[in-house]
């Protein structure tokens, strides 16, 4: 039965026509943006993951940022330590030459003043960004805590985790070898050099303390590096668009969109076939 009032036909080439240009809207829209998922509505599910994963990853970066200020601090304060026990290990060989009798004690005192002056020197150099480790005064404040990521439970509980390590204090050390005055009989040539080896084994301990601090801190920004990295690729995985999938399907919506116009146009010209039955 043929209808002037309703062209079925066009009616559901019509409909066809309208889902296929929503489609390639859609299509459309993912080549543009380069994701399948860019907001809730289109996966609820992966758009709420992702943007947490996001958050995470954002995180991780400025933490990461955060980490290197305090290596570099670290590296700055073990360079430091690893002069003064070098210094050290000066004094101790110079108050191990003066406890002959032939030596010219006053010489070997001139020595050792110039060798701890060095010494004081590089403690209070031994500062990146106005952050010293070694003089001292950190030590006595307790353990220094850095930031060293973030975790989230099973139920998605949030929580900071960190890292403690200690500060040293050279300046004591310094102090100490400065006081050793060859020239004085107050106490013994072997007391003296006793308490120099003393200094020297407190210097090297510290310079192993922040070699081990900074190791630990590469360390964990490698790994919040790889986790980064990880965690970006994790993201991309659910949200990102496959481009040669959203190729293929723009062309053959494009085909069937070329179809579908074809279809209404033939569906409309139908009822122009019934004015003929009555000429």
Request: glycine share 6%.
């Amino acid at each position: 039965m043929s209808s002037i009032l309703t062209n079925s036909s066009a009616m559901n080439a019509l409909a066809t026509l309208r889902e296929v240009n929503r489609g390639l809207t859609d299509t459309q829209s993912r080549v543009s943006s380069g994701l399948k998922v860019a907001s809730g509505k289109d996966n609820a599910a992966y758009f709420a993951i992702s943007e947490t994963m996001k958050g995470d990853s954002g995180m991780f970066k400025a933490i990461n940022e955060g980490m290197t200020a305090t290596k570099n601090s670290v590296a700055t304060a073990r360079l430091g330590a690893e002069t003064v026990t070098g210094l050290a290990q000066q004094m101790v060989e110079r108050i191990a030459f003066a406890q002959s009798d032939g030596v010219n004690k006053q010489d070997v005192q001139n020595e050792l003043v110039a060798l701890a002056k060095n010494m004081q020197s590089a403690i209070d150099q031994a500062t990146f960004n106005g952050d010293n480790l070694v003089d001292g005064v950190k030590a006595l404040a307790g353990p220094v805590s850095v930031v060293n990521g973030v975790s989230r439970d099973a139920a998605g509980a949030f929580a900071v985790t960190t890292f403690s390590f200690t500060a040293v204090d050279l300046q004591t050390i310094q102090t100490n070898l400065a006081a050793i005055d060859v020239t004085s009989t107050t106490t013994t040539m072997d007391a003296k050099l006793i308490a120099a080896e003393g200094e020297l084994g407190n210097a090297i301990t510290a310079s192993t303390s922040l070699g081990i601090t900074e190791n630990t801190l590469d360390g964990q920004m490698q790994f919040i590096d790889s986790l980064t990295n990880t965690l970006d690729s994790g993201v991309s995985s659910m949200v990102d668009a496959d481009m040669e999938e959203e190729a293929a399907r723009l062309q053959a919506l494009q085909v069937q969109q070329q179809l579908a116009t074809q279809s209404l146009s033939i569906a409309n010209q139908a009822p122009q076939n019934i004015l003929s039955l009555f000429r």
